[in-house]
């Protein structure tokens, strides 16, 4: 009988970010109380789930929402450095519309290309990582379920790069909320279709 294997691939709760900037790659970023509260209801719902594999982005949000899903299971906390949060020249600035770096014309030639996007790691690399890693987390939970820990833009890029979608889009378009689970589901190592869940409100 052919296995049947199912790969959560979860984005991080809410993070502490005060100053409101791009915060990327860079360490030291965690959990706000919310955040917090956002992964323990995933984990709550999770825990009657037949997880066997728990994996997360390096990054100190993904680890955080990853600890209580491997909590719950009585699992240690994998780390693949291919779920990590996407390269972004602006990383560190403030971005939102109206305020900060976007509004310096030295900036705009980094907006160039929305395709590419010449502003950061390129989605066809970041697809290739992020399916990688998917990969891997469905071989480590064959016949079981597997959650992985990312990050909104590398998760939305994953999505669309197993469902033959194009892969530039516009951020705000994004399926990929807060402490949300893209789930996707295999026969044996072949693709059979996703999900997708919002357990933790927002």
Known sequence: MTEKTIVHVMRHG?????????????????????GRAQAQRVADWLAERDIVYVVASPLERAQE???????????????????????????????????????????????????????????????ARMTGALHRARDKGRGHESVCVS???PVETLRRAITGKPLHHFPTRRLCNLASLTSFYFHGDEYVGWGYAELAGQ
């Not at 409101?20 to 706000?32: A, E, K, Q, T, W």
């Open 14 to 34: 809410e993070v502490h970010n005060p100053e409101g900037v791009l915060y990327g790659r860079l360490p030291d970023y965690h959990l706000s109380e919310r």
């Open 65 to 127: 929402t990853a600890g209580p899903i491997a909590a719950a299971h009585g699992l240690s906390i994998d780390t693949d450095d291919e779920l990590i949060e996407s390269l972004n020249v602006f990383q560190g600035e403030r971005v939102s519309p109206g305020d900060g770096a976007l509004r310096d014309p030295r900036n705009w030639w980094h907006l160039r290309n929305p395709r590419v996007p010449s502003w950061g790691e390129p989605y066809t690399d970041i697809a």
């Open 151 to 153: 990050h909104q833009l």
